[in-house]
C-alpha cells in the first residue's frame, strides 16, 4: 500500500521507521520499532495536544528535527542567529522524495532564508537507518548557525528507559555502564577534537530489562571523529528524545549565502533481541559499508614499541623483525623514533623523513630486509602534531592552533597543527605522499596524541570557531587523499589508544588501536566495551610483556585471538622457547582467524562484571564457531561444581556440533540449551572449536 501523501514509512527486514506531518503541519515520528505487517498498521495521524498555557502543543511534539522556535523549550536539533538578529527558525514541509530505501525531506524556514534537507537511508539487510541533514543559505545574507545535530529520535512514550553508554580514560577505555533515564537532559560528549577515551558517539536504550539476547534496544552511532553532543532528554509528559551530532560547545558557523553545511551521519537500529543483536547489526554494516577494505583478512602483525620504544635503528629492528618472521609474523611494524630528530618525546614531530643517524642508508635496507624476511612493513606517524623543537615549527610556528599572544598548552610536548588550515593540509599531504611512494609501506598507525586546547585561528575565513569542524574534515580529506594515492596501504587509528575510535575514522582506518593498556586482564574488558560497536576485524590486539609475569602466554595469546592478533613484547627477551609456543599460537589463530574477524560475535559472560568470561564467533554458514573463555581471579577457593556452565549461542539448532574437549555430538539446539562445562583455574583459558558434524 502506497505511503499516504504527508506520511513515510521506511522498512527495513526486521525493523519499521514511519514519519509524517501532524495536524500542525509539523515533521513528526509516528513509529519506530519491528516492522508491522501491514502499511496500514502504522499510525499515520498524530495530533500534537498541548497542555495548559506553559505546554504548547509544539512542546510535546515528536519532531523529526526540531528547530528552536516559539514555545518548545526543548532540547532541539537546531538554532541559528539570522541576519535580521532573529534566533527563531520556524520551519515548515516543503516537498519530499522517496526512492526505495532513501528519503528526503525538504523543510524551509518561514522567511524562506533557510533550506534544511532531512536525509533518510534505510540499509535493509542490516536493519539500520542513516540519516543526515543538509541546510542551506537560500537568503542573501551570512546565517550564523550555533547547533547542527544530525538526528532526533523518539521512543515509544511513558515507560521507564535505561541507557547504556562506553567511558573511560586513556589506557581504561571503553567502560560500559547502564544506567536509569530519569527526568531531565543527560549529555555525553567531546570538547577535545577527537572522539575521546572519555566516552564514545554510541548510545543503546532499552526498557530496563534486555540483556544480549532479549529485549528491545534502540541503538545508534555517529560517524564523525572530532567534538559530538549524545543528549538525552526525558519529561514529565512520558517523552524520550534521543539527538546525536556534532557539539555545539564552542560550535559557531557562518553559512553564506548558497552555501550547505552537511552535518555527519548517523546511523540508529531496533532489534527486539538484545544488546548483542544490536551490536551484530553495527558489525556486519561497518564491515560491509563502512570499512574501505572490509573484507580483507587482518595481517598479524608485530609493533616493535613496546620492545624498543624510540631507540630504534636498522640492527634493533632487523633484530625484531628476523624473530618475528620465524613466528609467522606477516607484517612488521616500527614505531615511534624513526624520523627526524626523534630520540625522545620533546623533538621531532613534524619532521617526516627519517633519521639520518639512525638510518644513515635511509629506510630501504629495513624494508628490503623485512620484504626477504616475507613480511610487510608499516610504520607510525602522528601527522597532526608538532614538537616546538623541530624544523616545522621553527619554519611555521603559526601554523598550530593558538590563541595569538597566549601561551600555547603543551601535552607530551607537542602542539597540534590546524589542520584546518588548507596550507597545513597542503604541507602533510605532501611529506606523507613522498614517504609513501618512495618506500614499500604497507601499512601506516595513524596517532593522535593529546586533545586540542586555544582553539584559535586567526586566518579563518568564517568564524574562528569553525575551526572544530573544518579540523576534523582536513584530518579527513589528508587521509582519504593518501588512502587513494597509495590503496596497497593498510591504516590504523590510534589516539594514544582508543583515543579516536567512531564510524567517521573507520572509512578511513582499516583497524584501531584500542587502548595502550595491554595488560591481558584489564584489556578482556577493554575489548568487551569496544565490541558494543565495532567488529573483531578492527580490533588491533598484541600480545606483549605488560602485566604480571605469572599471566601465561597462553593466556594473553587468547585475549589477542579476540581480536586481530598482533605481538608487540620484547621477542629478544622472550627466548626460543617462548617464541616457538607463540609461533604455535600465531598458528592456530590464522586456522580461526576468519570465524573471529568475519563471523557474528556472542558475548557469552561478561569480562566487566565477572572473572570468568567468554565470548564466541560464529562463522556466518554456523558451520564452525570458536569460543574463548577466561578465568581471572577467583576469590574463593576453586571448586569444579562452582563454576557456571557456559552457553553457546548462535548455532544451527538443528545441525549436529562436536565442540572441542566435551563429549558426544549435540544438536546445536542442545549446546544451546544445556551448556558446557569448562573449568579454569586462576589466569587459565580456552580456545574450544565448535563444528557441525
Ligand atoms: C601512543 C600510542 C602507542 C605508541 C606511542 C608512540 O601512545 O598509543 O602505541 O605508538 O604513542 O609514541
Redesign the pocket.
Known amino acids: 500500500m502506497p505511503n499516504l501523501p504527508h506520511s513515510w514509512i521506511l522498512e527495513t527486514s526486521r525493523t519499521a521507521y514511519a514519519l509524517g506531518l501532524d495536524a500542525d503541519g509539523r515533521l513528526v515520528n509516528f513509529y519506530w520499532g519491528a516492522r508491522l505487517p501491514h502499511a496500514t498498521d502504522y499510525p499515520a495521524d498524530f495530533a500534537s495536544a498541548g497542555w495548559a498555557s506553559f505546554n504548547d502543543a509544539g512542546q510535546l511534539a515528536r519532531e523529526e528535527y526540531p528547530a528552536e522556535s516559539g514555545l518548545k523549550y526543548i532540547e532541539p536539533c537546531f538554532k541559528a542567529h539570522h541576519a535580521d538578529g532573529v534566533r527563531d527558525t520556524v520551519l515548515r514541509f516543503d516537498k519530499a522524495e522517496q526512492t526505495g530505501g532513501d528519503l528526503t525531506i525538504h523543510l524551509v524556514d518561514e522567511q524562506e532564508n533557510l533550506g534544511i534537507v532531512l536525509r533518510y537511508r534505510a540499509h535493509a539487510a542490516y536493519d539500520l537507518i542513516e540519516r543526515w541533514a543538509e541546510i542551506t543559505n537560500l537568503g542573501e545574507t551570512a546565517v550564523t548557525l550555533e547547533r547542527a545535530l544530525s538526528a532526533q529520535w523518539h521512543l515509544p512514550r511513558a515507560r521507564d528507559y535505561r541507557l547504556s553508554h562506553l567511558h573511560g580514560r586513556w589506557a581504561d577505555e571503553f567502560n560500559l555502564t547502564r544506567e536509569p533515564l530519569a527526568n531531565g537532559v543527560k549529555v555525553l560528549e567531546s570538547r577535545r577534537i577527537t572522539s575521546s577515551h572519555h566516552a564514545s558517539p554510541w548510545f543503546a536504550v532499552d526498557g530496563g530489562v534486555a540483556d544480549e539476547d532479549r529485549g528491545e534496544v534502540w541503538f545508534g552511532a555517529l560517524a564523525w571523529s572530532g567534538n559530538w553532543k549524545f543528549i538525552a532528554e526525558t519529561t514529565d509528559f512520558g517523552m524520550t528524545r534521543l539527538s546525536l551530532g556534532l557539539n555545539d560547545w564552542d560550535f559557531s558557523w557562518q553559512l553564506n549565502p548558497g552555501e550547505t553545511f552537511r552535518t555527519p551521519p548517523v546511523l540508529s537500529g531496533y532489534t527486539a533481541t538484545g544488546f548483542g543483536e544490536a551490536s551484530r547489526r553495527l558489525h556486519d554494516y561497518i564491515r560491509d559499508r563502512v570499512l574501505p577494505n572490509g573484507k580483507a583478512l587482518r595481517k598479524v602483525l608485530y609493533n616493535s ?1 613496546e620492545a624498543t620504544y624510540f631507540d630504534v635503528d636498522e640492527a634493533s629492528q632487523t633484530a625484531l623483525a628476523e624473530l618475528a618472521a620465524g613466528m609467522g609474523v606477516e607484517l612488521f611494524v616500527m ?2 623514533g624513526w624520523f627526524h630528530g626523534r630520540n625522545h ?1 620533546r623533538a621531532g614531530l613534524g619532521d617526516w623523513w627519517c633519521d639520518a643517524v639512525k638510518f644513515p642508508h635511509g629506510l630501504t635496507p629495513l624494508i628490503e630486509r623485512v620484504n626477504a624476511l616475507g613480511m610487510d612493513f608499516g610504520l ?1 606517524v602522528e601527522p597532526e602534531m608538532v614538537n616546538p623543537d623541530s624544523d616545522l615549527y621553527r619554519a611555521h610556528p603559526d601554523w598550530v592552533i593558538h590563541f595569538p599572544k597566549r601561551a600555547r598548552s603543551e601535552a607530551r610536548n607537542q602542539l597540534i597543527l590546524n589542520f584546518a588550515r588548507p596550507d597545513v593540509q597542503a604541507y602533510i599531504l605532501e611529506k606523507l605522499d613522498r614517504l609513501l611512494a618512495e618506500n614499500n609501506i604497507r601499512f601506516i ?1 595513524w ?1 593522535m ?1 593529546r586533545n586540542a586546547s586555544e582553539p584559535g585561528w586567526e586566518t579563518a575565513p568564517g568564524d574562528p570557531r569553525e575551526l572544530w569542524v573544518r579540523y576534523t574534515q582536513g584530518v579527513y580529506r589528508v587521509w582519504g587523499a593518501l588512502r587513494e594515492r597509495h590503496p596497497q596501504v593498510t591504516w590504523q587509528s ?1 589516539s ?2 582508543g583515543g579516536r575510535a567512531d564510524l567517521g575514522i573507520l572509512k578511513l582506518a582499516d583497524q584501531v ?1 584500542v587502548s ?1 593498556n595491554t595488560e591481558p586482564t584489564a584489556r578482556l574488558g577493554i575489548q568487551e566495551g569496544y565490541s558494543q560497536v565495532f567488529p573483531a576485524s578492527t580490533m588491533e590486539a598484541w600480545v606483549t610483556d605488560m602485566g604480571p609475569a605469572y599471566l601465561p602466554l597462553e593466556f594473553r595469546m587468547h585475549v589477542s585471538m579476540c581480536g586481530a592478533l598482533g605481538i608487540g613484547g620484547h621477542l629478544v627477551r622472550w627466548g626460543a622457547e617462548k617464541r616457538a609456543e607463540a609461533a604455535g599460537w600465531i598458528a592456530r589463530y590464522k586456522e580461526v582467524r576468519p570465524i573471529v574477524q568475519f563471523g557474528d560475535l556472542y558475548r557469552l559472560r561478561s569480562a566487566q562484571q565477572d572473572s570468568f568470561s567468554a565470548v564466541q564467533y560464529v562463522s556466518k554458514d554456523k558451520q564452525e564457531a570458536v569460543l574463548l573463555a577466561f578465568r581471572t581471579h577467583q576469590p574463593l577457593v576453586p571448586h569444579p561444581e562452582a563454576q557456571p556452565p557456559i552457553y553457546p549461542r548462535g548455532l544451527d539448532p538443528g545441525a549436529n556440533y562436536r565442540i572441542d574437549g566435551q563429549s558426544g555430538v549435540r544438536s546445536g539446539l542442545a549446546w544451546m540449551q544445556i551448556g558446557i562445562n569448562l573449568y579454569l583455574a586462576d589466569y587459565q583459558s580456552a580456545m574450544l572449536r565448535i563444528r557441525q558434524v
Open positions: 614499541w614505531d615511534d618525546d607510525w598507525k596517532d596524541n590510534c594514544g589508544g588501536w595502550d
